[in-house]
């Protein structure tokens, strides 16, 4: 069961990260590193129709898990201006600083889309990002991400390894490469306690989903 839902239809695009126990367990604002202080934001985007089918977690993936959650449906016209409407408001709300986390599920399904996180970037100098991709680098979407990253956002190349990548441990295969997640280790309480992957150009591991 998925429920993918228009734009219209939910209360907000941007949730609290309060709203993920990974992300925020309880709390929207980052207490450690360069944006403490800040709170958090979520998108969360429909799995596999927003996704390369390279993807090396297609059957894996994270979304299996999470079958009551709300995805926003991409291709509704709405969508982008609702969007942009909500980063405005928050960039008005939060002058000092303020974290949108991409994606929870989902990932950079167009060049125009990377594009308005670009825009977004250089019209509010509130706004942070932060993710992760399985597009390949190479592909027209990935040179579009790293110019997003050139930007000034923090998103990494999933299990591409080397620098700025996020690499998932495999079934019956050796450790992935990377720094092991804090937060799957039990060595911090969420990202808002963490600040790791938007902090070091190192690779981060993490568990398989």
Same mark, same amino acid.
């Given at each position: ?21 990974? #992300? +925020? %367990? ?8 360069? !944006? &403490? ?7 969360? @985007? ?58 929870? #599920? +989902? %990932? ?8 308005? !996180? &670009? ?7 509130? @706004? ?82």
């Amino acid at each position: 069961m998925q429920t993918v839902k228009a734009p219209t239809k939910v209360s907000r695009l941007l949730q609290p990260a309060s709203n993920n126990k990974k #992300l +925020g %367990d309880g709390s929207d604002t980052i207490t450690k590193g360069k !944006w &403490k202080g800040m709170k958090m934001f979520q998108l969360t @985007l429909e799995e596999r129709k927003t996704c390369p089918k390279t993807c090396e977690q297609w059957r894996n993936c994270y979304g299996n898990n999470m079958p009551f959650a709300n995805r926003i449906n991409h291709k509704s016209n709405a969508f982008l201006g609702e969007l942009e409407q909500e980063v405005r408001e928050l960039a008005s709300k939060h002058s000092n600083g303020f974290v949108v986390r991409l994606h929870v #599920l +989902g %990932d950079f399904y167009s060049v125009p889309y990377v594009r308005f !996180w &670009k825009k977004s970037l250089e019209t509010h100098s509130a @706004l942070r990002i932060f993710g992760y991709t399985h597009r390949a680098s190479s592909s027209a979407i990935g040179l579009a991400i790293s110019e997003l990253n050139d930007a000034g956002a923090w998103i990494r190349w999933s299990d591409a390894g080397g620098p700025m990548s996020a690499n998932t441990d495999q079934p019956g295969a050796e450790p992935a490469e990377g720094i092991h997640c804090p937060e799957q280790t039990d060595k911090t309480q969420s990202c808002l306690t963490c600040g790791l992957c938007w902090s070091t150009p190192l690779p981060i591991r993490f568990s398989v989903h």
